[in-house]
C-alpha cells in the first residue's frame, strides 16, 4: 500500500507539471517533478491512506497485520483521514496523522499589532512587551556541533568500505545536537505565537522571505533566527484561534514614514537603526518604525504603542 501511495502522488505530480508546462507558466510558478533520494540515503518514510491503517484501543494498525504502541502527545480532535510513518535520522520512528482542521476561538481583546523580521531581533512589534529578541540557539550549540564534526571527520572511512562503530556513534551525537537545536527554535516560535494570538484580535505580518539573506554576510546568524519557520508558527497559531491574519508586502516598509506615511528618497543602511522622518520629524527606532508601517498597510488603525485598535469612523465621516 505504501508504495502505490508512492505511485499516485508520483501521478498527481507529474499531471500537475506537465499542465504547467502547458500553460506556458514561468520556471519558478511551475511544480517540479518529485525527487526521490536513494535508499541508502533517505529515511523510510510511509503513507496509508484510510483504508490502509485502523485506530483501535489506542493502538495503530496497519496493513499487512502490523500493531504499533503509539506514545500519544495528544488527543486527535477528529478522525484521521491518512497516516504517515517515518524514521529520524536518530532512529526514533514517528506517526503524523492528518486531521480536519478546526477553529478554537480565543476571547476578544480589541487590540491590534504589526510585526517586522529582522536579526538582530526575530520580531519587533508595534508593542515592547511582544518583541522576540534572538535566542542565539545554534551559536550557544555550535562548539559541541564543532566537536561532534571533528569526531567524524577523523573516523570517516574511505571510499568504499563500511563505516565504522565510531563514526556512526559521532553521527548519531551529532544528529542529536542538531535535533535538539531545531526543536528549541520550534518551541520559541510556538510560545511567542500563542502569546501573540492570545493577546491580540487582528496580525498584521511583514510576509518576509529570507531567501536573500543566505546570499549576505548574515547567513548564519539569520539561518539562526528561522525567520521563516517563526513566520510559519504565527500565521498556523492565528488560523487555529480565529485571528485576523493579514500579510504586508515587505516593499519600502523601512522607507516609508509610520506616521505621515512620507517615503524617505533614498534607501537606509543597516548601520542606521534610528528612522528620522524629513517630513514630520518624527524619529524611532528603525524596526519599531517598519512595525508601524505594516500596521498601517494592513488597513488597521494603530492606537498608541500597544496597538490597540478602535472604532474605524464611517465614511464621509473625519478620523
Known sequence: MPQQQTIRDFAKSRAKAQKDIKNRLPVKQRAGMPRFKKKAEAAPTLNYTRRGFRLRDRRLHLAGG?????????????????????????????????????????????????????????ATTTSDAHDLPHPQHGKKAQARLARYDRMMARRKP????????????????????????????????????????????????EDFKPRFLAKSTMVRKAADAAIGATKQALVEMGRKHGRDVRLVHPAYTTMDCGDCGARAKHRLPLSERIYTCTACGVSRPRDKNSAQVVLVRAGLIPGGAEGARPGRPQDGQAA
Open 66 to 122: 502490523i500493531t504499533l504502541t503509539v506514545v500519544w502527545s495528544r488527543d486527535l480532535p477528529d478522525e484521521p483521514t491518512s497516516v504517515r510513518v517515518y524514521r529520524d535520522a536518530l532512529g526514533h520512528w514517528y506517526a503524523s496523522f492528518v486531521v480536519p482542521a478546526r477553529t478554537d476561538p480565543l476571547p476578544a481583546t480589541g487590540r491590534a499589532i504589526g510585526i517586522d523580521w529582522g536579526v538582530k531581533e526575530i
Open 158 to 205: 574511505p571510499k568504499g568500505q563500511k563505516a565504522s562503530k565510531g563514526y556512526r556513534k559521532a553521527k548519531r551525537l551529532r544528529a542529536r545536537a542538531h535535533q535538539k537545536v531545531a526543536r528549541q527554535r520550534q518551541d520559541t516560535a510556538r510560545k511567542w505565537a500563542k502569546r501573540v494570538v492570545r493577546d491580540h484580535d487582528a496580525i498584521a505580518v
